[in-house]
C-alpha cells in the first residue's frame, strides 16, 4: 500500500494524471484505503483491475462491493478506472461519479475477424465470424465492434443509475 500511494503521489506531483491503484484483497485492506483516500482530496481516481485475481466470478462481486463501500466512506465524488469485471460495472456506475472501462477484447477479436451481435436482454455480445479478403482493412469491423460492446457496456451503467 506504501509503495502505490509513493508512487501515485510522486505522478500527482510531477503534474501527471494519474489513478490511485487500490490493490486490496481484504475488508481491512479496502478500510485502509478508505482513510488513506479520505484524508487525501488531491485524490479524485482510482484504478481497479477485474481481469486477474479478482476475476474469478467468486471474488469480483466481493471487491466490487468493498470498492461501492469504499467510495461512500470518502464521502466525495470519486471517478474509477476499471479493467475487466463487466458485470459488476452497474454497481460502480452507481457508485462513482464517473466509471471508464477499459475494453481490450473487442480489439483482439476484431484482428481474430469476428463481428459483434447484440445479446438479447442486456446480455454480453455473441462474436461471430467476420471473415474479410487477406490484407482487407479493418476500420469498419473495428469500429462496428466498438460501438456494439460501447452499447452492451453503456446499458448496464444506465441501468444502475
Do not use: S
Request: net charge positive; charged share 25%.
Amino acid at each position: 500500500m506504501k509503495r502505490i500511494a509513493i508512487v501515485h503521489w510522486e505522478f500527482l506531483d510531477e503534474g501527471l494524471p494519474a489513478a490511485l491503484h487500490v490493490n486490496g484483497r481484504t475488508e481491512t485492506d479496502f478500510r485502509r484505503w478508505a482513510a488513506f483516500v479520505a484524508d487525501r482530496p488531491e485524490i479524485t481516481l482510482l484504478a481497479y483491475e477485474f481481469a486477474t485475481g479478482t476475476g474469478r466470478a467468486g471474488r469480483r462481486g466481493q471487491h466490487a462491493a468493498w470498492l461501492v463501500d469504499l467510495a461512500r466512506q470518502v464521502g466525495r465524488p470519486l471517478a474509477i478506472v476499471v479493467r475487466g469485471g463487466a458485470d459488476v460495472l452497474p454497481a460502480l456506475a452507481g457508485a462513482f461519479a464517473r466509471t471508464t472501462v477499459l475494453e481490450t477484447n473487442v480489439f483482439m477479436k476484431t484482428v481474430m475477424r469476428r463481428r459483434a451481435v447484440p445479446g438479447g436482454d442486456g446480455a454480453r455480445p455473441a462474436w461471430l465470424p467476420a471473415p474479410t479478403e487477406p490484407g482487407a482493412p479493418l476500420d469498419g469491423l473495428l469500429a462496428e465492434n466498438l460501438a456494439a460492446v460501447e452499447d452492451w457496456l453503456g446499458g448496464g451503467a444506465r441501468r444502475a443509475a
